[in-house]
Nanobody
Framework: QVQLEESGGGLVQTGGSLRLSCVASGLAFSTTAMGWFRQRPGKEREFVARITRSATYTHYGDSVKGRFIISRDNAKNTLYLQMNDLRPNDTAVYFC???????????????????WGQGTQVTVSS
């Protein structure tokens, strides 16, 4: 059974930084692309970033480009999201997810992922 556990969320001031981690178990982590999403209250789950299995390629949502960095350590079965220059609009619950197998395109919608963590809250104060 796939398990994903996010950590690293918290309260930070505008302009601050946080680093999220997602530890995966129950899957061949190094063989799958992974993603980060976020969800604000009353909103749809929003694509944040994606990384291919060997970290060759990364993709970002428009709202976080240039501020967030996705990375992974396959030896530790861990996915990361470095978040810099945080803004109040970044306040959300952040989730990591496993991309479905067989997705040929760049996976940027929640439907393209089939295993999710419980999420970690990030709150950015103004």
């Amino acid at each position: 059974q796939v398990q994903l556990e996010e950590s690293g969320g918290g309260l930070v001031q505008t302009g601050g930084s946080l680093r999220l981690s997602c530890v995966a178990s129950g899957l061949a982590f190094s063989t799958t692309a992974m993603g980060w999403f976020r969800q604000r209250p009353g909103k749809e789950r929003e694509f944040v970033a994606r990384i291919t299995r060997s970290a060759t390629y990364t993709h970002y949502g428009d709202s976080v480009k240039g501020r967030f960095i996705i990375s992974r350590d396959n030896a530790k079965n861990t996915l990361y999201l470095q978040m810099n220059d945080l803004r109040p609009n970044d306040t959300a619950v952040y989730f990591c997810a496993v991309q479905r197998p067989g997705i040929g395109a760049v996976a940027t919608t929640a439907e393209m992922y089939d295993s999710w963590g419980q999420g970690t809250q990030v709150t950015v104060s103004s």
